[in-house]
């Protein structure tokens, strides 16, 4: 268990359809990332959130959207949902921003199924 | 841009074979490493990282990984595979220097079976 969670755990939609992947990061984590798996793609970096701050954007699309709370859990928008978008979603937290020898853990992730 | 490679897509191996699994990396600044195991079903655990120092660098469950600067390397090897070594391998690295924020960029992973 790395002290990372995600909910839901699996979530089942329809195409065009708007969901919300929730994360809470370790105790004492300022920073979150999202990250897509698929099978084509592999695992691709979306968004970073620091401190309730945008941080970093990776290859998101425009019909995601991210944010951090005050408490520091995150939230990962997706809106008109297509069949492609269905992917593992994973969110990392780790202690700061920035590369300095810092390491990120994974929560669970998400299992998004469109259909 | 940062990319990193990973060799072998699939490895077959025997219980008590030795591993090595392959990872290069293309950045010409400074990178971070890591190795991630993904177990059927699971999520990301970290299996060793390398921030600087020695190269050579030991894992959990016995794995270890070397940084070969000049070949842009940084391979995972365990002497004794076991069947619950089953599993998916990632690589990542992300850079040291102020072009990121440290966001990881993964391989495509190695597929890893391990026959009983």
Redesign the interface.
């Known amino acids: 268990d790395s002290g990372v969670t995600q909910t839901p755990k699996h979530l089942i939609t329809a195409t065009g359809q708007r969901v919300t992947l929730r994360c809470s990061p370790r105790s004492g984590d300022l920073s979150v990332y999202w990250y897509q798996q698929s099978l084509d793609q592999g695992l691709q970096f979306l968004i970073q959130y620091y401190n309730g701050e945008e941080r970093a954007k990776g290859n998101i699309l425009e019909r995601f959207s991210a944010q951090q709370f005050p408490d520091l859990h995150s939230e990962l928008n997706l809106s008109s949902l297509e069949l492609g978008d269905s992917a593992l979603y994973f969110c990392a937290s780790s202690a700061r921003t920035g590369p300095v020898g810092d390491t990120q853990y994974f929560g669970p992730g998400t299992r998004l199924t469109v259909l | 841009a940062q990319s990193v490679s990973q060799h072998n897509h699939h490895v077959i191996l025997s219980e008590a074979a030795s591993l090595e699994l392959g990872c290069n990396y293309s950045y010409g600044g400074t990178v ?1 490493l ?1 190795w ?1 195991v993904q177990y059927p079903g ?5 299996l060793l ?1 390398y ?2 120092g020695d190269p050579l660098v030991k894992g959990i469950k016995g794995f270890e990984a070397e940084f070969i600067k000049s070949k842009f390397s940084f391979n995972l090897r365990k002497p004794s595979v076991q069947w619950s070594d089953t599993a998916e391998y ?1 690589c ?1 690295v ?4 102020g072009g ?10 190695t597929k890893l079976s391990v026959k009983p």
């Not at chain 2, 990121?100 to 992973?109: A, C, D, E, V």
């Open positions: 971070n890591f991630y699971q999520h990301l655990q970290l990282k921030f600087s990632f990542a992300n850079a040291r220097d990121s924020q440290g966001n990881l960029i993964f391989g495509k992973g």
